[in-house]
């Protein structure tokens, strides 16, 4: 978020903080995490964090996008790095899964929980765009089974984050999601079990 010209250097500092904080907060515990947490981390008011950074969305527009690029950006390249269309589908849902699993803030970012950070969403849709080009490009090879969409990894990856984030999900959900995705796979390249 770019501050107008002009701040006093003590706002500056208080942007800044509150930035830091931000990434902080939202890394341990997700994007809905309380403001006033965020605010305390950064050692600040509440008020000044509304004052400074307008609302949760725009804290969000603010910090993530840039992380998450930088997560997704090195993501892309290590799932273009593959040789074979199916290798580069199964990096790609590896990784997304692992992220999920590991950051909470990209785990709520993937889910869309937050749909009025406009920068959040367009990273996003980035994304899911490079999912839905390997499908259809695995799908060209002859190595995915053409029932399996874009639409059904999209939601292979919802399930992933909804369960991993659900205290009270079943403990084989994680079975689950791994047999959706060895299904997927025409059967003359399934790996013998």
């Not at 942007?15 to 809905?32: C, D, I, M, N, Q």
């Amino acid at each position: 978020m770019n501050q107008p010209r002009g701040l006093r250097r003590d706002a500056q500092a208080n942007v800044e903080k509150l930035h830091s904080a931000a990434l902080t907060v939202f890394s341990k515990t997700g994007l809905s995490a309380p403001l006033e947490d965020i605010a305390r981390e950064a050692g600040v008011s509440i008020g000044t964090l509304y004052n400074r950074v307008g609302s949760r969305e725009g804290l969000i527009d603010a910090v993530v996008p840039a992380v998450m690029g930088e997560k997704l950006k090195a993501l892309t390249e290590r799932t273009l790095a593959e040789q074979t269309p199916r290798a580069k589908l199964e990096r790609f849902i590896s990784e997304m899964i692992d992220l999920q699993l590991s950051d909470p803030a990209m785990n709520d970012a993937m889910l869309r929980r937050f749909p009025d950070a406009t920068a959040l969403i367009n990273a996003c849709d980035r994304s899911t765009a490079l999912g839905h080009e390997l499908v259809e490009n695995a799908h060209d090879a002859g190595v995915l089974s053409h029932d399996f969409t874009g639409e059904d990894l999209m939601a292979v990856l919802w399930m992933v984050g909804t369960a991993s984030r659900d205290r009270t999900a079943p403990a084989g959900w994680r079975r689950v999601v791994d047999r959706s995705i060895a299904a997927a796979w025409t059967e003359s390249l399934q790996p013998a079990l």
